[in-house]
């Protein structure tokens, strides 16, 4: 186990190079300039701005720059707001996405596992299909469009739930739906397909010749060995409410990580762009690994190796 989690945490470390490296020579290559004559009035404004930002040096060596700043911890200064670190922008933005993702986690979570259940388990086809109907919507429908829809709806025009901030828990609601919709499509379609194999399986069938109740057998055997599939699912669903909560963020005018993230690209402020992007990086390798050891935990014919 703990040469599995040396190779992987170092395999993360190059990952994170490569994102990196290919984020900031990219964003380099985009025609543009943080640095205009908008904010800054005169030929030597400009000129002590890029001096002060590094940007009258050489890419590579600006590229150098920056991954030794990283290195010790230093993340850099907001080009567009003057004193504001990048840190500060990740420490203030992300405790708001992860509350927001947190309860679109377990909603995705409950939701999910319910209708995959339900549909693998139902004698009706009328519950099968509805389950999978609300499954394929959630896949084809893309999050932004569903969280204009959601807001336009229950917002604008029957004023059930607020939409601007996350005030109350009532906020909450419609950027989490938004958010966990095409997860409860995922986890909905691998619990049936892993609940209509593990139920086949000659363990189930023993259990319930032996007159063990019903639901004993379902909660107790079937879900629990076909919940390996989810699991192994869920750590990247994670990660991806994190980091696909960009623009349900802007949407719905929520102060966190996302629409930092949006409002950087737009203004080009360069080391917000980079920070954004490490962390969010750092998110996603983590959550990965994570997912690798408890899917080992849970199912001990998993090797990792």
């Known amino acids: 186990m703990a040469k599995y989690l040396i190779k992987r945490i170092l395999i993360g470390i190059v990952t994170l190079l490569i994102l990196a490296s290919a984020t900031f020579f990219l964003m380099k290559a985009t025609p543009g300039s943080p640095i205009s004559g908008e904010k800054y009035k005169t030929a030597e404004a400009m000129a002590a701005a890029r001096e002060k930002y590094n940007l009258d040096k050489p890419v590579f060596e600006q590229y150098l720059i920056y991954v030794n700043g990283v290195v010790h911890g230093d993340l850099g200064e907001s080009m567009v707001n003057e004193g504001r670190s990048v840190t500060y922008y ?112 000659d363990y189930i069938i023993l259990a319930r010749s032996k007159g063990t109740p019903y639901k004993k057998v379902i909660i107790k055997h079937a879900l629990k060995n076909a919940l390996l599939p989810v699991i192994t699912y869920v750590g990247p669903a994670f990660a991806f409410m994190l980091t696909g909560s960009l623009v349900v963020e802007t949407i719905f005018s929520i102060p966190g990580i996302g629409s930092s993230f949006v409002s950087s690209v737009v203004n080009r402020d360069y080391p917000l762009i980079m920070g954004m992007t490490v962390f969010l990086g750092i998110l996603i390798i983590t959550f990965n690994l994570l997912t690798d050891v408890i899917s080992a935990v849970v199912d001990p014919r998993i090797k990792l190796q």
Not at 163 to 184: D, E
Request: with cysteine; aromatic share 8%; net charge positive.
């Open 90 to 201: 990740i420490g203030t933005g992300f405790p708001v996405t992860a509350r927001l993702a947190a309860v679109a986690f377990s909603f995705a979570i409950v939701v999910g596992l319910t209708l995959g259940t339900t549909a693998a388990l139902s004698q009706k086809k009328w519950l099968n299909n509805l389950c999978m109907f609300i499954a394929t919507i959630g896949v084809s429908v893309p999050s932004f469009l569903i969280a204009l829809l959601l807001q336009v709806v229950f917002g604008l025009k029957l004023h059930i739930l607020p939409f601007i901030g996350l005030k109350t828990p009532a906020n909450y609601v419609l950027p989490a739906l938004a958010l966990s919709l095409y997860p409860i499509s995922m986890i909905s379609r691998l619990t049936r397909t892993s609940m209509l194999e593990v139920m086949k399986q």
